[in-house]
């Protein structure tokens, strides 16, 4: 048994966009088969004041006794390895800037 536990961290205002949607399904179903033993956790804030959305994620995280917290804003874009690409940093925090909402994913 895995001692990972990914919380899935989603800040959003009211929707998320279609390709979020899509890329964030095809990496839970990239993980959870490559990695079955890990455990992802989605959790979703809604509202409009993004600091007290990480602060309440944050919160969730914590009471799910989460390993690891990834942040995906409703409009990124991710490649399906995107979890384990920031897992082998072995790293405390490991940071991407993403100043576009466009990825190269192929």
Known sequence: MS???IAIAVPA???MHTHTAFDLANAVGWHCTMFP??????LLSMG???VSQRNDLVRLAKEETASHIIWIDSDMRFPPDLFSRLLKHDQDVVA???PKRRCRCG
């Not at 033993?37 to 989605?42: E, M, R």
């Open 3 to 5: 001692d990972i536990r």
């Open 13 to 15: 205002r009211d929707v």
């Open 37 to 42: 033993d890990d455990t992802l956790i989605p």
């Open 48 to 50: 409009t004041l993004l």
């Open 96 to 98: 991407a800037n993403c």
